[in-house]
């Protein structure tokens, strides 16, 4: 699942759910043909959100050299805002109607403090090895769901989540290299978005999914704006530029992947997602001569494999 952007990650697991429901209620009567034309928009869907996603990270690289993480992180936020103001118009004061205001804070909270770590790892770490690392956020959102939301542990979901990690461990190779503590970050970050993600699934239980997604970019903007303006450094023309399409992108990812769960079976088109790592690696060696590591590759190929595999032992959900 993505990992490239905190900002609606949670709540993309709540429409991967009701999309998963309405794929199955549709299964029984829905043409093979038809079935396999779903599938086959829903990989594509995916796909450009991957390639988005992408983008997003390599901007967010490219204004780290320029600008404070904090104020990247504002202005993802605030532009991203921007894009979705039509939508929150239209639909009016009925996604502001909560009951759990505080729960909404906290996991705002956690997703502004995993976005901030995010934007740092990326400044530091090779592109490819921050991205491969950050596919292990899921596993973390499952191992979390069982004391937090009662979720039973079964043997192919422990297997899933061993084989996650075995790759992380592939991607650190502790004691075969110097360790870079910016590696840990990124883990660390997976850990907050596990934490954030199962939050998502507390408010889903009660609050509707356009709530989800509103409190958080709401809350998001704000929260994000006070940590800017001790380090703000105003944009000059360019950079101005970068920051709206690090906005527009990040929420065409999210557009693109709330289409392809809409489209098709979460567990037909999420391992298109993994793709990213590609993308990434590549407009890493391109911009910044980046190396394409071998471990690196080796890693997220385990992480890929572990998290597909559990996931479709789950009827092909989360």
């Known amino acids: 699942m993505v990992a490239g952007d905190g900002a609606a990650y949670g709540a993309l697991m709540v429409a991967r759910g009701s999309s998963r429901r309405r794929m199955r209620s549709r299964a029984g009567r829905r ?166 993600t199962v939050l998502v699934k507390l408010l889903g239980r009660t609050e509707a999914p356009a709530a989800i997604v509103t409190w958080m970019v709401l809350l998001l903007t704000p929260l994000s704006g006070l940590l800017a303006l001790p380090v703000w450094r105003t944009p000059d023309g360019g950079e101005l530029l970068a920051f709206v399409a690090l906005g527009v992108v990040g929420s065409a990812g999210h557009y693109c992947m709330s289409r392809a769960l809409i489209a098709a079976d979460a567990g037909r088109v999420l391992p298109f997602d993994y793709l990213r790592l590609p993308f990434v690696a590549l407009l890493g060696w391109l911009l910044y001569a980046q190396p394409l590591d071998l471990w690196t590759w080796l890693g997220a190929a385990l992480i890929a494999a572990s998290s597909i595999w559990g996931a479709r032992g789950r009827g092909g959900g989360g």
């Open 31 to 196: 043409p093979t043909r038809e079935a396999a034309g779903a599938s086959l928009r829903g990989a594509a869907w995916m796909v450009a959100a991957a390639a988005a996603f992408s983008v997003m990270i390599t901007l967010v690289r490219h204004l780290s050299t320029r600008q404070p993480v904090f104020e990247i992180v504002f202005f993802r936020n605030f532009f991203g805002l921007l894009v979705m103001l039509p939508w929150l118009l239209r639909r009016g004061g009925e996604v502001l109607r909560t009951g759990r205001f505080g729960l909404h804070l906290l996991r705002a909270g956690l997703g502004l403090a995993a976005m901030s770590l995010w934007f740092w790892t990326l400044s530091v770490l090779p592109l490819a090895e921050a991205t491969a690392l950050s596919f292990t956020a899921p596993i973390f959102a499952t191992l979390l769901a069982v004391p937090i939301l009662g979720e039973r542990l079964s043997g192919r979901r422990f297997a899933a989540i061993a084989g996650a990690f075995l790759g992380a461990l592939v991607i650190l190779r502790p004691g075969a290299r110097v360790l870079d503590p910016a590696a840990l970050v990124a883990l660390a970050t997976a850990l907050v978005w596990g934490v954030s």
